[in-house]
Nanobody
Framework: QVQLVESGGGLVQAGGSLRLSCAAS????????MGWYRQGSGKQRDLIAG???????DYADSVKDRFTISRDNAKYTVYLQMDSLKPEDTAVYFC??????????WGQGTQVTVSS
């Protein structure tokens, strides 16, 4: 069964940190570039971080130097360490394959709320 399950979200004050996890199943995880996406209220879902099969990472300017994506191929899991959180980081966070044409069914996402 192809599935993505995100977890680790919550409510945090500005300047705080959270670590998100995304467990994948039903795919050959180590063969795929993985990404974290987020969707704020009334906004489109955007790719904010990606990690290739060899561990090369890339970030959207809005999260660069604050967020860190990593992966554990043995656990079929991708992580997002979020530091120095800002209210504008408030969104539902999702993971999926990269690029878009390789997407599989979206998970339920995990809500991150940053209070000022």
């Amino acid at each position: 069964q192809v599935q993505l399950v995100e977890s680790g979200g919550g409510l945090v004050q500005a300047g705080g940190s959270l670590r998100l996890s995304c467990a994948a199943s039903g795919i050959i995880f180590s063969n795929n570039t993985m990404g974290w996406y987020r969707q704020g209220s009334g906004k489109q879902r955007d790719l904010i971080a990606g990690i290739t099969t060899d561990g090369t990472t890339d970030y959207a300017d809005s999260v660069k130097d604050r967020f860190t994506i990593s992966r554990d191929n043995a656990k079929y899991t991708v992580y997002l360490q979020m530091d120095s959180l800002k209210p504008e980081d408030t969104a539902v966070y999702f993971c999926n394959l990269v690029p878009k044409y390789r997407h599989i069914s979206w998970g339920q996402g995990t809500q991150v709320t940053v209070s000022s």
